[in-house]
C-alpha cells in the first residue's frame, strides 16, 4: 500500500473531521487505522458505506499518523475531492 503521497494531499485528519468532510460530501477517499478502536470508526465506517467511499484499512494509527506528517498516530484519515 503507497502511502507516500498522503502527506501532501488535501486531507482531513481524525473521525470528527472526517465526519464534516464525509457529511460535506467533499471525501473521495477514506483510510482506516486497522488497530483502531471499532467504536471510535464505527460512525465513519457506516457513512462511507451510505456515501458509497472507498475504504482502505491500513495496519496501524502510528502509520496512518506518519504517512500525513503528524507526530500521533490518526484512526481515520479523509481524502478530499
Request: hydrophobic share 50%.
Amino acid at each position: 500500500m503507497d502511502l507516500s503521497g498522503l502527506q501532501a494531499a488535501r486531507k482531513r485528519i481524525g473521525v470528527k473531521q472526517t465526519i464534516k468532510a464525509l457529511e460535506s460530501d467533499s471525501v473521495a477517499l477514506v483510510y482506516i487505522a486497522g488497530d483502531a478502536d471499532r467504536q471510535i470508526t464505527a460512525d465513519v465506517v457506516a457513512l462511507c458505506l451510505v456515501k458509497d467511499i472507498e475504504q482502505i484499512t491500513v495496519p496501524t494509527r502510528a502509520e496512518l499518523g506518519s504517512a500525513c506528517g503528524i507526530d500521533v498516530g490518526a484512526a481515520v484519515v479523509a481524502l478530499l475531492k
